[in-house]
Structure formats: structure tokens, C-alpha cells
């Protein structure tokens, strides 16, 4: 992450409209009696608690390194975007619960233009800080702020939504309706819960880094691979805000330590150029060397039989 950079006060606006949006939902759903803006209020606390999350990751990741975190602290961003989306899951379940038992005991609601008025606001805000927070995660490449942001962003369709049914009970006095876009509104986030998870899930796996980064890091190696040089055993994982590549560069036996290195040099300051946060992990080899082709697999389970082919001693 950038050193100029300082998400951490968006985190605290992003608490800030939680609080402030959770004390209109709650009062128009209070006033109104409509378990849709009572759902909606619901929401609102989820988001509070996803916020401070946020903030802590975020205090969290700005760490150094250490020696037990020599590649930094960036993926308890992915923890908290898990952690968010269970949370989601959790509001949603108790969306549909409420509203379920709404649907079988049906309560009359009053005070909806008022109710309308009040969540209408409420979702003007969320709307203002989701975007910023989605624009804000993207730019410093902070998978929680941007899960905070989408999670923002659902709150404010789930608004809109409960903001269409309460206006369709208050033109047509079906009291039903209430619950059932309540219900449908739920198992909507319920969706945007499950992607954070599965995102979350896959960056705790070293997943690659997107295809554009890959793409951008195979056409600056190419450039150079036009001029006679080649490469291999290219790798890439993500880690919160870090990328990281490493590779295999070939180049003819009889250059110097000196120009190999300088070449290496050059291409990690391309890359840096093209994808600031990437971190790049090279290795030069001669391309006569017929082991120069065989060590891409050195890291996996038949490293003994390479090592046999090479007359070395097998591994302990």
C-alpha cells in the first residue's frame, strides 16, 4: 500500500454513516411497524460491526514486516472480508426468519410516508459512502474496504427495495407485501454474502493475481524474450494490497554475472512501473543447460527422480 496513502480514515466514515444510518432505520421502523424497515435496520447494524472490522484489519495491514511476517500482514484483509460475508449470511437469515413470521401473522403498519421519507435519506448516505469506499478500495487495492463498499452497495438495493414495498403497502394496503420484499430482499444479500466468502476463500489460497496483471508482467517478458532471451516457471499469487511474480529467465551461458543481473534489474524496474505493487522474485539460468528447462519442477514431488537424472543425492 501506498506510504502516502490512508484508508483508515474512510473506515471511520464508513462507521460514522452506520451509526447515523442506523438511527433512522430504527426510528422509522419503530414509528412505522413495517418488519421491512425493520429488516433494513438490521442490516444497518451488520454494517456497523463490518466497519469496525475494517478498521482493525486496516490498522493490522499497515504493520511492517517482522520475522514471523516477512511478506507483510495482508491477508487478514481476506479475513475480514470472510468474516463479513458470514455476517451478511447471518442478517439475511434473520431477514427471512422475521419476515416469515410476519407473512403468517400479519401486523398492520402506519406512518409509511414518513417511514418512506426517513429511509430514503438514510439510503442517500449509504449510497454516497458505498461508492466512495468501492472507488477508495479499488485505487489502494484493499480487498476490505472494498468488501466494506459492496457490502454498503447491498444495503442501499435492499433499501430500495424495501423503500418500492413499502410504498406498494402504502398505495395499494396489502399489509403482505411488506414481509414477502423483505423476504426476497434477504435472500438477495444472502448471494453477495457467499461471493465475499468465496473470495475470501480463494485469496487465502495464494490464488493468482488477475489476468490484466498477468498479461502486463507476459508482455514485458516478451519483449525482452524477442531479443534472443527466453523464460519459464512464471508464478503469481495475491496477497491483500501485494502481488507477487516470480519467474525464470535464460539467457546464453557465457554472459557475465554483472549482465545478467543488470537485465534482471531492468525488467523488475518495467514491471514495477506497469504494476506498482507487484513484487518480483527472478532467477537467471544458462540456456545451453539442459537443467535450465528441468528446474520448474524442482518445488514439486518428483524433485528425487530430477535429482537421480542429474546424479545428485536424493533429498532427506
Known sequence: MKPSSN???FAWLAIAAAVLTISLKGAAAILTGSVSLLSDALESTINLTTAVMTLIVLFIVARPEDDDHTYGHGKAEYLSSGAEGGLILA??????FVSVRRLINPLPVSHLDVGLVVIGVATLINLIV?????????RERSVALEADGRHLMTDVWTSVGVIIGV?????TGIVRLDPIIAILFGANIAVTGIRLMVRST????????????????TATLDRHAEAGLQYHALRTR??????FASFHIQVPGEWTVQRGHDLLEQIDLELHRTLPYLTVFSHIEPMEDPRSFQDIHLDRPDIDQL??????PPSP
Not at 91 to 96: N, R, V
Not at 307 to 312: A, E, G, P, R
Open 202 to 217: 480463494q485469496g487465502l489460497m495464494d490464488s493468482a493475481v488477475p489476468k490484466e496483471e498477468v498479461q502486463a508482467i
Open 238 to 243: 495475491q496477497s491483500g494490497s501485494r502481488s
Open 91 to 96: 442478517a439475511s437469515a434473520g431477514i427471512i
Open 130 to 138: 458505498a461508492t466512495l469506499l468501492i472507488r477508495v478500495g479499488r
Open 7 to 9: 484508508p483508515r480514515r
Open 307 to 312: 535429482m537421480q537424472q542429474q546424479d545428485l
Open 167 to 171: 410504498l406498494m403497502v402504502y398505495l
